[in-house]
Protein backbone atom coordinates (compact mmCIF):
# COMPACT_ATOMS: atom_id res chain seq x y z
CA UNK A 1 0.00 0.00 0.00
CA UNK A 2 2.94 2.53 0.95
CA UNK A 3 4.16 1.46 -2.58
CA UNK A 4 1.02 2.58 -4.41
CA UNK A 5 0.45 5.75 -2.38
CA UNK A 6 4.39 6.90 -3.32
CA UNK A 7 3.75 6.54 -7.14
CA UNK A 8 -0.06 7.92 -6.95
CA UNK A 9 0.66 11.55 -7.03
CA UNK A 10 3.72 11.44 -9.93
CA UNK A 11 1.31 8.88 -11.46
CA UNK A 12 -1.20 11.52 -12.00
CA UNK A 13 0.88 14.11 -12.61
CA UNK A 14 2.63 12.65 -14.98
CA UNK A 15 -0.45 11.76 -16.93
CA UNK A 16 -2.38 14.82 -16.92
CA UNK A 17 0.87 15.52 -19.93
CA UNK A 18 -1.43 12.93 -22.09
CA UNK A 19 -4.01 15.51 -22.33
CA UNK A 20 -1.71 17.95 -23.62
CA UNK A 21 0.12 16.43 -27.04
CA UNK A 22 -3.26 15.70 -27.61
CA UNK A 23 -4.42 18.98 -26.95
CA UNK A 24 -1.83 20.44 -29.53
CA UNK A 25 -2.71 17.59 -32.38
CA UNK A 26 -6.72 18.08 -32.08
CA UNK A 27 -6.51 21.72 -32.24
CA UNK A 28 -5.32 22.28 -35.59
CA UNK A 29 -8.29 21.46 -37.06
CA UNK A 30 -9.81 24.83 -35.34
CA UNK A 31 -6.58 27.02 -36.00
CA UNK A 32 -6.57 25.77 -39.60
CA UNK A 33 -9.69 27.54 -40.99
CA UNK A 34 -9.27 29.91 -38.20
CA UNK A 35 -5.76 31.51 -39.72
CA UNK A 36 -6.75 30.86 -42.91
CA UNK A 37 -9.27 33.48 -42.12
CA UNK A 38 -7.41 35.97 -40.24
CA UNK A 39 -3.78 35.85 -41.84
CA UNK A 40 -5.71 36.10 -45.27
CA UNK A 41 -3.85 31.94 -45.97
CA UNK A 42 -4.62 30.09 -49.26
CA UNK A 43 -5.73 26.06 -48.49
CA UNK A 44 -2.04 25.31 -49.56
CA UNK A 45 -0.51 27.75 -46.86
CA UNK A 46 -2.68 27.15 -44.08
CA UNK A 47 -1.99 23.54 -44.27
CA UNK A 48 1.78 24.68 -42.96
CA UNK A 49 0.10 24.56 -39.68
CA UNK A 50 -0.15 20.65 -39.74
CA UNK A 51 3.86 20.90 -41.35
CA UNK A 52 5.00 23.00 -38.56
CA UNK A 53 4.00 20.62 -35.84
CA UNK A 54 4.80 17.12 -37.35
CA UNK A 55 8.17 18.27 -38.39
CA UNK A 56 8.70 19.58 -34.84
CA UNK A 57 8.26 15.99 -33.85
CA UNK A 58 10.68 14.71 -36.64
CA UNK A 59 13.15 17.07 -35.81
CA UNK A 60 13.03 16.60 -32.42
CA UNK A 61 12.31 13.24 -31.26
CA UNK A 62 15.71 12.04 -31.85
CA UNK A 63 16.56 14.54 -29.81
CA UNK A 64 14.22 14.17 -26.76
CA UNK A 65 15.38 10.87 -26.32
CA UNK A 66 18.79 11.33 -25.90
CA UNK A 67 17.70 13.97 -22.84
CA UNK A 68 16.28 11.68 -21.42
CA UNK A 69 18.75 8.93 -21.22
CA UNK A 70 21.35 11.77 -20.23
CA UNK A 71 19.81 13.56 -17.92
CA UNK A 72 16.58 11.19 -16.50
CA UNK A 73 13.07 11.10 -16.82
CA UNK A 74 12.29 14.61 -14.44
CA UNK A 75 14.11 17.28 -15.94
CA UNK A 76 12.71 15.70 -19.85
CA UNK A 77 9.45 17.00 -18.60
CA UNK A 78 10.26 19.71 -17.23
CA UNK A 79 12.19 20.83 -20.18
CA UNK A 80 9.38 19.68 -22.45
CA UNK A 81 6.55 21.84 -19.90
CA UNK A 82 8.70 24.55 -20.59
CA UNK A 83 8.71 24.73 -24.39
CA UNK A 84 5.56 23.81 -24.28
CA UNK A 85 4.61 26.96 -22.83
CA UNK A 86 7.10 29.39 -23.99
CA UNK A 87 5.11 28.16 -27.50
CA UNK A 88 1.90 28.78 -26.02
CA UNK A 89 2.66 32.28 -25.06
CA UNK A 90 4.32 33.31 -28.53
CA UNK A 91 0.47 32.65 -29.77
CA UNK A 92 0.17 36.64 -27.87
CA UNK A 93 2.65 38.19 -30.20
CA UNK A 94 1.98 36.51 -33.16
CA UNK A 95 -1.76 37.44 -32.60
CA UNK A 96 -0.64 41.02 -32.05
CA UNK A 97 1.22 41.35 -35.50
CA UNK A 98 -0.69 38.68 -37.02
CA UNK A 99 1.84 37.36 -38.55
CA UNK A 100 1.27 33.78 -40.17
CA UNK A 101 5.22 32.80 -39.49
CA UNK A 102 5.37 33.94 -36.23
CA UNK A 103 2.40 31.28 -35.34
CA UNK A 104 4.40 28.53 -37.10
CA UNK A 105 7.62 29.19 -35.12
CA UNK A 106 5.32 29.08 -31.61
CA UNK A 107 3.58 25.65 -32.75
CA UNK A 108 6.61 23.92 -33.95
CA UNK A 109 8.20 25.13 -30.21
CA UNK A 110 4.95 23.87 -28.78
CA UNK A 111 5.39 20.46 -30.96
CA UNK A 112 9.05 20.20 -29.57
CA UNK A 113 7.85 20.45 -25.95
CA UNK A 114 5.35 18.03 -26.83
CA UNK A 115 7.64 15.60 -28.10
CA UNK A 116 9.95 15.48 -24.91
CA UNK A 117 6.67 14.91 -23.23
CA UNK A 118 4.99 12.02 -25.43
CA UNK A 119 8.87 10.53 -25.48
CA UNK A 120 9.36 10.68 -21.15
CA UNK A 121 5.52 10.21 -20.51
CA UNK A 122 4.92 6.88 -22.24
CA UNK A 123 8.07 4.35 -20.89
CA UNK A 124 7.90 6.73 -17.09
CA UNK A 125 4.80 5.79 -16.44
CA UNK A 126 5.26 1.80 -17.23
CA UNK A 127 7.94 2.42 -14.28
CA UNK A 128 5.49 4.13 -11.76
CA UNK A 129 4.62 0.85 -9.71
CA UNK A 130 4.38 -2.57 -9.99
CA UNK A 131 5.69 -4.11 -13.71
CA UNK A 132 2.41 -6.61 -13.94
CA UNK A 133 0.20 -3.77 -13.85
CA UNK A 134 2.43 -1.72 -16.45
CA UNK A 135 0.30 -2.18 -19.14
CA UNK A 136 -2.86 -1.44 -17.50
CA UNK A 137 -1.42 1.65 -16.00
CA UNK A 138 -0.41 2.96 -19.44
CA UNK A 139 -3.82 2.38 -20.58
CA UNK A 140 -5.14 4.49 -18.02
CA UNK A 141 -3.37 7.19 -18.73
CA UNK A 142 -4.12 7.15 -22.21
CA UNK A 143 -7.51 7.18 -21.90
CA UNK A 144 -6.74 11.35 -21.20
CA UNK A 145 -5.37 11.38 -24.92
CA UNK A 146 -8.54 10.22 -25.95
CA UNK A 147 -10.41 12.72 -23.54
CA UNK A 148 -8.09 15.57 -25.01
CA UNK A 149 -9.00 14.29 -28.58
CA UNK A 150 -12.45 15.58 -28.16
CA UNK A 151 -12.11 18.02 -25.97
CA UNK A 152 -10.13 20.27 -28.28
CA UNK A 153 -11.83 20.56 -31.26
CA UNK A 154 -14.97 21.48 -29.24
CA UNK A 155 -13.40 23.82 -26.60
CA UNK A 156 -11.48 25.69 -28.94
CA UNK A 157 -14.60 25.77 -31.80
CA UNK A 158 -16.09 28.07 -28.97
CA UNK A 159 -13.56 30.06 -27.91
CA UNK A 160 -11.31 30.62 -31.12
CA UNK A 161 -13.19 30.45 -33.89
CA UNK A 162 -15.69 34.16 -33.83
CA UNK A 163 -18.67 32.49 -35.99
CA UNK A 164 -18.04 35.27 -38.49
CA UNK A 165 -17.40 34.12 -42.01
CA UNK A 166 -17.20 36.59 -44.85
CA UNK A 167 -17.45 35.59 -48.24
CA UNK A 168 -14.79 37.31 -50.85
CA UNK A 169 -17.57 39.55 -52.16
CA UNK A 170 -17.62 40.90 -48.63
CA UNK A 171 -13.96 41.52 -47.95
CA UNK A 172 -13.34 42.82 -50.74
CA UNK A 173 -16.35 45.86 -50.25
CA UNK A 174 -14.92 46.42 -46.86
CA UNK A 175 -12.19 49.45 -46.49
CA UNK A 176 -8.90 49.35 -45.88
CA UNK A 177 -9.57 50.43 -42.54
CA UNK A 178 -12.64 48.15 -41.67
CA UNK A 179 -10.85 45.26 -42.94
CA UNK A 180 -7.44 45.56 -40.85
CA UNK A 181 -10.04 45.48 -37.69
CA UNK A 182 -11.86 42.85 -39.09
CA UNK A 183 -8.85 40.69 -39.33
CA UNK A 184 -6.84 41.86 -36.14
CA UNK A 185 -10.31 40.68 -33.91
CA UNK A 186 -10.29 37.28 -35.85
CA UNK A 187 -6.24 37.01 -35.00
CA UNK A 188 -6.81 38.35 -30.79
CA UNK A 189 -8.89 35.28 -30.28
CA UNK A 190 -6.12 33.39 -29.47
CA UNK A 191 -4.61 35.23 -27.16
CA UNK A 192 -6.80 34.33 -24.10
CA UNK A 193 -6.76 30.67 -24.66
CA UNK A 194 -3.27 30.55 -25.48
CA UNK A 195 -2.46 32.09 -21.94
CA UNK A 196 -4.40 29.87 -19.87
CA UNK A 197 -3.00 27.13 -21.96
CA UNK A 198 0.74 28.55 -20.68
CA UNK A 199 -0.57 29.74 -16.99
CA UNK A 200 -1.73 25.41 -16.81
CA UNK A 201 1.50 24.46 -18.32
CA UNK A 202 3.81 26.47 -15.57
CA UNK A 203 1.49 25.52 -13.20
CA UNK A 204 2.61 22.00 -13.82
CA UNK A 205 6.22 23.34 -14.32
CA UNK A 206 6.03 24.03 -10.81
CA UNK A 207 4.37 21.04 -9.47
CA UNK A 208 7.00 18.51 -11.53
CA UNK A 209 9.93 20.54 -9.79
CA UNK A 210 8.50 20.62 -6.16
CA UNK A 211 7.34 17.20 -6.25
CA UNK A 212 9.76 14.05 -5.69
CA UNK A 213 9.84 11.56 -8.01
CA UNK A 214 11.20 8.51 -8.29
CA UNK A 215 13.85 8.26 -11.23
CA UNK A 216 14.21 5.02 -13.00
CA UNK A 217 17.60 4.36 -13.61
CA UNK A 218 18.30 1.34 -16.70
CA UNK A 219 21.42 0.99 -16.62
CA UNK A 220 20.64 -2.82 -16.23
CA UNK A 221 19.21 -2.77 -20.08
CA UNK A 222 21.69 -3.54 -22.56
CA UNK A 223 22.73 -1.65 -25.63
CA UNK A 224 20.39 -3.19 -28.66
CA UNK A 225 22.48 -2.17 -31.24
CA UNK A 226 22.99 1.07 -33.39
CA UNK A 227 21.16 3.49 -34.78
CA UNK A 228 21.45 1.66 -38.21
CA UNK A 229 19.91 1.53 -41.81
CA UNK A 230 20.65 -1.83 -41.67
CA UNK A 231 17.29 -2.37 -40.27
CA UNK A 232 15.21 -1.65 -43.71
CA UNK A 233 16.57 -5.29 -44.77
CA UNK A 234 13.40 -6.63 -43.42
CA UNK A 235 10.60 -6.13 -46.25
CA UNK A 236 7.37 -6.02 -43.32
CA UNK A 237 9.48 -3.10 -41.17
CA UNK A 238 10.10 -1.38 -44.44
CA UNK A 239 6.71 -1.75 -45.72
CA UNK A 240 5.61 -0.82 -42.10
CA UNK A 241 7.39 2.30 -41.66
CA UNK A 242 6.05 3.56 -45.30
CA UNK A 243 2.83 2.30 -44.21
CA UNK A 244 2.66 5.00 -41.09
CA UNK A 245 3.97 7.81 -43.33
CA UNK A 246 0.88 6.99 -45.31
CA UNK A 247 -1.16 6.71 -42.24
CA UNK A 248 -0.35 9.46 -40.72
CA UNK A 249 -0.69 11.67 -43.48
CA UNK A 250 -4.31 10.65 -43.74
CA UNK A 251 -5.25 10.78 -40.18
CA UNK A 252 -3.93 14.52 -40.07
CA UNK A 253 -6.14 15.40 -43.68
CA UNK A 254 -9.25 13.95 -42.67
CA UNK A 255 -9.38 15.92 -39.92
CA UNK A 256 -7.48 19.33 -40.77
CA UNK A 257 -9.90 20.18 -43.54
CA UNK A 258 -13.33 19.34 -41.78
CA UNK A 259 -14.49 22.57 -41.06
CA UNK A 260 -13.77 24.01 -44.37
CA UNK A 261 -15.19 21.07 -46.09
CA UNK A 262 -18.41 21.19 -44.05
CA UNK A 263 -18.74 24.67 -44.97
CA UNK A 264 -17.92 23.45 -48.50
CA UNK A 265 -20.63 20.62 -49.33
CA UNK A 266 -22.97 21.31 -46.65
CA UNK A 267 -22.83 24.86 -45.66
CA UNK A 268 -22.38 24.31 -42.31
CA UNK A 269 -21.08 27.05 -39.88
CA UNK A 270 -17.31 26.98 -38.53
CA UNK A 271 -18.33 26.58 -34.86
CA UNK A 272 -21.16 24.26 -35.85
CA UNK A 273 -18.73 22.30 -37.84
CA UNK A 274 -16.05 22.17 -34.98
CA UNK A 275 -18.54 20.93 -32.50
CA UNK A 276 -19.73 18.23 -34.73
CA UNK A 277 -16.21 17.36 -35.43
CA UNK A 278 -15.46 16.72 -31.52
CA UNK A 279 -18.18 15.56 -30.16
CA UNK A 280 -19.31 12.87 -33.14
CA UNK A 281 -15.96 12.11 -35.49
CA UNK A 282 -13.42 11.79 -31.96
CA UNK A 283 -15.72 10.43 -29.49
CA UNK A 284 -15.87 8.07 -32.69
CA UNK A 285 -12.28 7.80 -32.88
CA UNK A 286 -12.12 7.00 -28.72
CA UNK A 287 -15.10 4.34 -29.26
CA UNK A 288 -12.94 2.41 -31.70
CA UNK A 289 -9.93 2.24 -29.91
CA UNK A 290 -11.76 0.27 -27.36
CA UNK A 291 -13.95 -1.47 -29.63
CA UNK A 292 -10.84 -2.43 -31.96
CA UNK A 293 -8.93 -3.66 -29.10
CA UNK A 294 -11.79 -6.13 -28.24
CA UNK A 295 -12.53 -7.31 -31.80
CA UNK A 296 -8.98 -8.33 -31.75
CA UNK A 297 -9.35 -11.17 -29.80
CA UNK A 298 -11.37 -12.61 -32.12
CA UNK A 299 -9.70 -11.22 -35.27
CA UNK A 300 -6.60 -11.01 -36.40
CA UNK A 301 -5.00 -7.37 -36.42
CA UNK A 302 -4.05 -6.99 -39.98
CA UNK A 303 -7.40 -8.38 -41.25
CA UNK A 304 -9.28 -6.13 -39.06
CA UNK A 305 -6.68 -3.37 -40.32
CA UNK A 306 -7.41 -4.15 -44.04
CA UNK A 307 -11.28 -4.37 -43.75
CA UNK A 308 -11.09 -1.00 -41.65
CA UNK A 309 -8.74 0.46 -44.45
CA UNK A 310 -11.18 -0.46 -47.43
CA UNK A 311 -14.56 0.87 -45.52
CA UNK A 312 -12.71 4.28 -44.88
CA UNK A 313 -12.04 4.34 -48.71
CA UNK A 314 -15.91 3.90 -49.22
CA UNK A 315 -16.58 6.13 -47.15
CA UNK A 316 -14.29 8.89 -48.53
CA UNK A 317 -15.35 8.13 -52.21
CA UNK A 318 -18.75 8.94 -51.07
CA UNK A 319 -17.56 12.05 -49.15
CA UNK A 320 -15.49 13.37 -52.11
CA UNK A 321 -18.69 12.37 -54.38
CA UNK A 322 -21.83 13.24 -53.00
CA UNK A 323 -23.09 16.99 -51.02
CA UNK A 324 -24.76 17.64 -47.98
CA UNK A 325 -25.60 15.82 -44.84
CA UNK A 326 -24.50 12.63 -46.18
CA UNK A 327 -20.70 13.47 -47.48
CA UNK A 328 -20.84 15.22 -43.80
CA UNK A 329 -21.76 12.05 -41.88
CA UNK A 330 -19.57 9.56 -44.12
CA UNK A 331 -16.18 11.96 -43.53
CA UNK A 332 -17.30 11.92 -39.48
CA UNK A 333 -17.61 8.27 -39.75
CA UNK A 334 -13.41 7.62 -40.90
CA UNK A 335 -12.36 8.66 -37.29
CA UNK A 336 -13.59 5.19 -36.01
CA UNK A 337 -11.81 3.24 -38.48
CA UNK A 338 -8.58 5.08 -38.35
CA UNK A 339 -8.95 4.45 -34.42
CA UNK A 340 -6.36 1.20 -34.39
CA UNK A 341 -4.67 1.92 -37.48
CA UNK A 342 -1.07 3.11 -35.96
CA UNK A 343 -1.13 0.78 -33.19
CA UNK A 344 -1.39 -2.03 -35.56
CA UNK A 345 1.19 -0.78 -38.00
CA UNK A 346 3.61 -0.11 -35.04
CA UNK A 347 3.25 -3.59 -33.60
CA UNK A 348 2.97 -5.40 -37.54
CA UNK A 349 6.26 -3.48 -38.16
CA UNK A 350 8.39 -4.34 -35.34
CA UNK A 351 6.74 -8.00 -34.83
CA UNK A 352 9.65 -10.83 -34.33
CA UNK A 353 12.51 -7.89 -34.68
CA UNK A 354 13.92 -9.12 -31.22
CA UNK A 355 16.99 -6.82 -30.14
CA UNK A 356 16.35 -4.68 -33.59
CA UNK A 357 12.92 -3.50 -31.87
CA UNK A 358 14.21 -0.24 -30.66
CA UNK A 359 15.95 0.93 -33.38
CA UNK A 360 13.01 -0.42 -35.72
CA UNK A 361 10.71 2.04 -33.16
CA UNK A 362 12.54 5.03 -33.83
CA UNK A 363 11.84 4.66 -37.44
CA UNK A 364 8.51 4.19 -37.18
CA UNK A 365 7.84 7.01 -34.93
CA UNK A 366 9.85 9.22 -37.37
CA UNK A 367 7.40 8.05 -40.01
CA UNK A 368 4.61 10.51 -38.66
CA UNK A 369 6.22 13.57 -40.44
CA UNK A 370 3.98 12.32 -43.04
CA UNK A 371 1.64 14.62 -41.19
CA UNK A 372 3.90 17.35 -41.84
CA UNK A 373 3.76 16.48 -45.71
CA UNK A 374 -0.03 15.34 -47.00
CA UNK A 375 -1.70 18.08 -46.02
CA UNK A 376 0.54 19.79 -48.05
CA UNK A 377 -1.08 17.93 -51.32
CA UNK A 378 -4.40 18.10 -50.00
CA UNK A 379 -4.07 22.15 -49.83
CA UNK A 380 -2.47 22.26 -53.30
CA UNK A 381 -5.23 20.41 -54.97
CA UNK A 382 -8.07 22.61 -53.79
CA UNK A 383 -5.82 25.74 -54.29
CA UNK A 384 -5.99 24.54 -58.52
CA UNK A 385 -8.86 23.38 -58.34
CA UNK A 386 -10.75 26.90 -57.34
CA UNK A 387 -11.03 25.91 -53.71
CA UNK A 388 -12.57 22.35 -54.22
CA UNK A 389 -11.43 21.12 -50.69
CA UNK A 390 -13.72 18.12 -51.08
CA UNK A 391 -11.99 16.94 -54.54
CA UNK A 392 -8.74 16.81 -52.06
CA UNK A 393 -10.22 14.68 -50.00
CA UNK A 394 -8.27 11.98 -52.58
CA UNK A 395 -5.61 12.75 -51.01
CA UNK A 396 -6.32 10.61 -47.81
CA UNK A 397 -8.19 7.91 -50.00
CA UNK A 398 -5.06 6.98 -51.92
CA UNK A 399 -2.97 6.85 -48.46
CA UNK A 400 -6.02 4.72 -47.09
CA UNK A 401 -5.21 2.31 -50.13
CA UNK A 402 -1.66 1.56 -49.23
CA UNK A 403 -2.88 1.04 -45.78
CA UNK A 404 -5.58 -1.50 -47.61
CA UNK A 405 -2.06 -3.08 -49.50
CA UNK A 406 -0.12 -3.34 -46.50
CA UNK A 407 -2.82 -5.42 -44.46
CA UNK A 408 -3.48 -7.73 -47.40
CA UNK A 409 0.15 -8.11 -48.04
CA UNK A 410 0.90 -9.15 -44.44
CA UNK A 411 -1.89 -10.68 -43.77
CA UNK A 412 -0.57 -13.62 -41.59
CA UNK A 413 1.34 -11.71 -39.47
CA UNK A 414 0.63 -12.59 -35.43
CA UNK A 415 0.30 -16.36 -36.69
CA UNK A 416 3.02 -18.37 -34.74
CA UNK A 417 4.49 -19.50 -38.05
CA UNK A 418 4.81 -16.10 -39.08
CA UNK A 419 6.25 -14.53 -35.89
CA UNK A 420 10.27 -13.97 -37.19
CA UNK A 421 10.59 -10.88 -39.35
CA UNK A 422 10.23 -11.49 -43.28
Known amino acids: MKSTNKFLFPFILV ?29 TQSAFIDTAVYLGYFCIAIPAGWFMHRFGYKKGIIFGLLLYGIGSLLFIPAAAAREYN ?8 IAAGATFLETVANPYITKLGDEKTAAQRLNLAQSFNGVGAFIAPIIGGQVILSGIEKTKEELAAMDAS ?44 KSSGSFSLKIFRHNRFSWAVLTQFFYVGAQVCVGSFFIRFAKYVDDIPEKRAAFLWGSIAMVGFMIGRFSG ?12 LGFYALINLLLLILAVSLKGQ ?14 IMFPTIFAMGIAG ?32 TGGNIQLAYIVPVACFA ?21
Open 15 to 43: TSLFFLWAFLHNINPILIPHLKKACQLTD
Open 402 to 422: VIAIFAMKFRSVFTAETQAAH
Open 178 to 221: GLKAYLDSEAATVRIPYLVIAAIVFVLVILFFVTKLPEIHESDE
Open 326 to 339: VAVYALMGVPFFMS
Open 102 to 109: YFLAALFI
Open 353 to 384: LGEETKIASSFIVMSIVGGAFFPLIMGRVSDA
Open 293 to 304: TFLMKYIRPARL
